[in-house]
């Protein structure tokens, strides 16, 4: 059994294969963009820009995969995960600027004929090696990103994927020139920068959604409920909230349990709900889980009532009028629907007769009733 802990693990291996496409993006960057000025491909020079932007997104992933672990701390309670996302953002715009200026100098050159390039036959040979190249990158990252649960990761396989379809199109573009069309590879050029501008949108807009919180969708939403809606000691289930952090999933949820069990009860009900939503996803970091003894949607609040201790002050002077009363101190307080229902627990010890007791009793609940807010009441020999 290995000690390392997860999110080293997981930096690791977001690490190792950021450094494998960093490597590989370098070399290939440079063999398409010697190769496209040598072979007279403008196409070539895109793509080649493309890849140099790649190498910058795999050394923003690496910054981003080392601070998005790091523990959570006094300032960031609930972790470091956010960076990773907003690198993404950063890398989403690094794209759209690359594929902003390709598109611009495409244009220039094929609204001037005289300065459109006439690629060489050896820039097919470079366009096919980037294919290769990019497509192999996907499926070594891919993998990874899926094994360790990484968005970032995800973004960069996804990444070399659209390396791949501008190669192609750039290799198409090629073919065409070489075959008679000299505008094909300013097309081609253009083409590519519409298609690194989507990808790099797409990484920009599902980021963003998850900076705003978004979360899961209706049908992920109602499997979760449903997972914890028949647990003993539910009563219902409602309010289910989410959002993403980074990799990770949190979420709140309000369930309602026995309006008169213990808080202990209470308390352990929550714990089986928390677990079992846990066990439902295993990207659920963490769940809030808020027990009601009644439906908050439908009753009345109770907000306005008094606690326990302004409560109490106000019954000591209700009960100083009941001879035998006071003192009393085991008064239990439920507070449903607006109104506060008390159960007084009295010792039969202290009462020479049966009557006594219940005319006790009988005292007790008619002076309680006459506080504000007070409900039913009632009283308990034991």
């Known amino acids: ?26 070399s290939l960057a440079t063999a398409q963009v010697v190769g496209g000025f040598l072979a007279q491909s403008q196409a070539l020079i895109a793509d080649g820009v493309h890849t ?44 759209i600027g690359v594929a902003l200026g390709i598109a611009l100098d495409a244009f220039r050159r094929l609204q001037s004929p005289e300065e459109l390039l006439s690629p060489a036959p050896a820039a097919l040979a470079l ?49 065409a020139t070489l075959a008679g069309f000299a505008f094909m590879d300013a097309v081609a050029a253009v083409l590519v920068a519409l298609l690194i501008s ?15 919180d978004t979360g899961v969708g209706p049908e992920e939403q109602q499997q979760m409920l449903d997972s914890v809606r028949h647990l003993d000691g539910i009563h219902g289930v409602h309010e289910l909230r989410t959002r993403r952090m980074g990799s990770a999933l949190l979420a709140d949820v309000h369930i309602m349990v026995g309006p008169r069990i213990s808080v202990s009860e209470g308390h352990r009900i929550s714990e089986s709900v928390a677990k079992t939503l846990r066990q439902s996803r295993p990207e659920l970091r963490e769940v809030l889980v808020h027990v009601d003894p009644e439906d908050d949607r439908t009753h009345a609040p109770s907000s306005h009532l008094p606690c326990r201790s302004e409560l109490m002050r106000q019954l000591n002077l209700q009960w100083q009028s009941v001879p035998g009363a006071l003192p009393l101190d085991n008064v239990v307080l439920h507070y449903l629907d607006g109104r506060i229902h008390l159960e007084l627990h009295l010792s039969p010890e202290n009462f020479e007769t049966l009557e006594g007791a219940r005319a006790l009793a009988r005292q007790l609940t008619r002076v309680t009733r006459e506080v504000k807010g007070v409900g039913e009441v009632i009283v308990y020999f034991r």
């Open 52 to 95: 140099l932007s790649d190498l910058l997104s795999d050394f923003m992933v690496l910054f981003a995969a080392r601070k998005a672990n790091a523990p959570a701390d006094d300032n960031h309670p609930y972790g470091h995960a956010r960076i990773e996302t907003l690198a993404t953002v950063i890398v989403g715009l690094a794209l």
């Open 127 to 175: 366009a096919a090696l980037a294919i290769i190249s990019k497509e192999g990158l996907y499926h070594y990252t891919v993998r990874a990103a899926r094994r360790i649960d990484s968005s970032l990761l995800h973004a960069n396989a996804w990444h070399h994927r659209s390396d791949v379809v501008s190669s192609l199109v750039v290799l198409v573009g090629i073919g």
């Open 198 to 212: 989507l990808m790099g949108a797409k990484l920009i807009w599902n980021s963003v959604s998850e900076l705003i």
């Open 1 to 26: 059994m290995s000690d390392t802990h997860p999110s080293e693990e997981r930096y690791r291996t977001t690490r190792r294969v950021t450094l494998v496409g960093a490597a590989t993006n370098a």
